[in-house]
């Protein structure tokens, strides 16, 4: 069994637009009014409540520009927000709908053929182990099933160094 971990957007990523950043596209975000539900924080990953100020802007989950460095629209709270840390249980956004695209990757970054699969949210955990089981696996996004917005990142928990040996 493989021990997988949520992944939040970077905070040096959040940090870079609430500090007046431009986005993948090298545009500045636009800020809109959050309506309810359907607008979640990419660096929290709670729902932005009704009336609060949010950011849209172009996201690139990715290292480097590549085919397969997919970009698409996603939100963040307008004013700072504390990273979501507990890593170890499905976060907040991942119940707001019935499912979700959810991906493999390698590790240079490119898709794993014949991974992506619409998953119900209470199958995302196992699926998101499953896929990090793989060898040929680095990593698995968990995207919008409607749209492919990303969400967030599942990656493995790296066991800790064996006791007496140095690092």
Known sequence: MTAIRFVAMPT????????????????????????GPGHPCRHCLENI???????????????????????GPVFL???PCVRYTAEEIMPPVLTTSRDFIVRG????????????AVTAIGDIPAYG????????????HVRSA????FQCRIDKVKAPAPVGTSA
């Open 146 to 149: 409607r749209n492919n917005c």
């Open 105 to 116: 990757y390698n590790e240079n970054d490119r898709i794993v053929y014949g991974t992506g």
């Open 49 to 71: 409540d009704p009336g609060e100020a949010l950011l849209v802007f172009a996201y690139r989950p990715f290292p480097d520009l590549q085919p397969y460095a997919e970009t």
């Open 129 to 140: 182990e499953e896929l990090l089981g793989r060898s040929d696996i680095a990593y698995v």
């Open 12 to 35: 040096t990523d959040a940090e870079h637009l609430w500090n007046g950043g431009r986005d993948a596209y090298d545009r500045l975000p636009e800020t809109i009014v959050s309506d």
């Open 77 to 79: 709270h307008k004013q």
